[in-house]
């Protein structure tokens, strides 16, 4: 890899991050025009971490044949293909399946910016992190773009102009220098760090960890719009302050957080995230929901770049392609619970589910930290 393919890398996270964080973002405009149940919205969010658990395994599979380069560019394009099936005649099918190539979209952007990123720097955890804030930027945009083609006489505006922004993912993958050759490729697919117990401790932390941030970051916006919760401009922050507060969190682990303070720091942030998450639920103003909202997100926002820097000591297509979809199973089951239980007992009940996998996060960090002196 090479500095042209990181920096490649790091803008094409921006424009993931508005194209990924976009789709819960406009979940409420679907439900609108579409009438969506609450069943399906959240069979939707799961779909999108289906397909981003699938796309990342074939990301780490499939090079040994098609090459890094090939399988990038066929998975990405999922951004671009899924928005074009939402601003279809809005047909279930058409919007199930949009929501799924959302996701393959994510899966595939993410796995090899990751791995671009990371070959091209000294410090893998400064990289991840800063790309995942990139991404985190991106998704802070994400309401900005709403707004300003929100405005337009055509309800499908959003759409259309997310739609644009996966072509502009698509395009920085194909300008960036990814291995095509199959010696390369079989190099990105050594397996032997499945021996590795402190690798699996990462992945069952990173299971926890995408149940939290997925379900709490992909039902915000409807969870703080129900009756009885935020209203008018206050709910209209909820994606801002949230995003806001992985934006600043990332930044802190990359350029602050002292290297070796970084694997050890995942306990004291799961602790915290369970914390503001339980006050967010237990909160009975607009403004100390906001206030938690924010510290729920400054708090998660480091695990997930750490822990995946700090799984193995080789970042590789074959690392990242196995601990992004076992981990990100979590991000599939926990959004279609919620919705499950939301659609018997009201929202508010489902979101109470998140917690069973904050605990889940502190036990993993625990043993983690047990591990830490044997290493990878």
């Known amino acids: 890899m090479n500095d042209r393919s990181a920096r490649g890398a790091y803008l094409a996270m921006l424009f993931d991050g508005l194209c990924v964080s976009s789709a819960s973002v406009v979940l409420p405009l679907l439900r609108e025009h579409y009438a969506l149940s609450y069943d399906l919205s959240g069979l939707l969010l799961a779909l999108l971490s289906v397909g981003n658990l699938v796309s990342a395994l074939l990301c ?13 560019l066929v998975f990405t394009s999922g951004l671009l293909l899924g928005y074009l099936l939402l601003l279809g005649s809005g047909a279930q099918a058409a919007v ?3 929501f799924l190539c959302i996701g393959l979209g994510k899966g595939s952007s993410m796995n090899n910016a990751i791995v671009a990123a990371g070959a091209a720097s000294a410090d893998r955890t400064k990289s991840t992190n800063l790309i995942n804030a990139l991404f985190a930027l991106g998704s802070l945009c994400a309401p900005l773009l709403y707004l300003c083609a929100g405005r337009l006489p055509f309800w499908r505006a959003p759409l259309a102009a997310l739609a644009v922004s996966g072509g502009v993912v698509w395009l920085l993958f194909w300008a960036m220098r990814l291995p095509s050759g199959r010696r390369e490729s079989e190099q990105a697919a050594d397996f032997g760090f499945l021996k590795s117990r402190h690798f ?5 932390f990173l299971f926890g960890q995408q149940c939290a941030e997925i379900s709490v970051t992909g039902w915000r916006v409807t969870y703080c719009t129900a009756p009885g919760s935020l209203s008018g401009t206050l709910s209209e922050l909820t994606v801002t302050v949230v995003f806001l507060a992985m934006l600043v969190g990332r930044l802190i682990i990359a350029f602050v957080l002292p290297p070796q303070s970084r694997l050890r720091s995942l306990t004291l942030m799961s602790a915290a995230s369970f914390a503001a998450y339980l006050l967010l639920l237990l909160s009975n103003s607009g403004a100390a929901a906001l206030v938690f909202l ?3 997100g400054l708090s ?3 695990t997930y770049p750490t822990v995946i820097a700090q799984a193995n000591r080789s970042m590789s297509n074959a690392t990242v392609g196995v601990m992004l979809p076992v981990g990100g199973i979590g991000a599939v089951l926990m959004p279609y619970l919620i919705g499950a239980v939301a659609q018997r007992t009201g929202i508010r009940g489902g979101m109470v589910c998140p917690l069973a996998a904050l605990v889940l996060m502190l036990v993993f960090a625990a043993l983690l930290k047990k591990t830490e002196d044997a290493g990878p």
Do not use: E, K, N
């Open 294 to 296: 924010f510290l729920f």
């Open 300 to 302: 998660i926002s480091g």
């Open 96 to 98: 199930l399946l949009g």
């Open 200 to 204: 699996w401790y990462s992945t069952a």
């Open 60 to 72: 780490g599979i499939l090079p040994r044949c098609w090459g890094v380069r090939r399988t990038a």
